[in-house]
């Protein structure tokens, strides 16, 4: 078995230096490293989604010691516009929906 400064001088004795840049199609990109960062030019989702089914809430409106009880506004799916969150209600919410504006929980 190594020893971890045995190991790091293993793995840097493959370690290869990076000298230059050059342009390519990122289709022709593999096995190189990037050299500066690239930058999506929109965002996929385009909106905050659940990554849950649940409900999404506003937790202001939840009471942090004990039960709290709240109209059910709105059912959202995924692919659905969500209507925003109405006070004191939460929306029925699945993976991969759009969260409604007003609510900051699922």
């Known amino acids: 078995m190594l020893t971890v400064d045995q190991a790091k001088t293993e793995i840097l004795k493959q370690a290869k ?10 289709l022709e990109s593999l096995g190189r490293y990037l050299a500066e ?10 909106e905050d989604n659940s990554a849950m089914d649940g409900f999404a809430v506003y937790s202001g409106a939840c009471n ?5 009880h709240l109209k059910l506004s ?11 969150l109405e006070p004191a ?11 409604p504006q007003g609510a900051d929980a699922v």
């Open 64 to 68: 942090q010691s004990g039960e709290t």
């Open 37 to 46: 960062d690239i930058y999506a030019g929109l965002d996929v989702p385009p």
């Open 17 to 26: 230096r990076v000298v230059g840049m050059e342009p390519v199609p990122i």
């Open 74 to 84: 709105q059912r959202i799916a995924a692919g659905d516009s969500p209507l925003p």
């Open 89 to 99: 209600s939460a929306a029925r919410i699945f993976t991969g929906a759009e969260i």
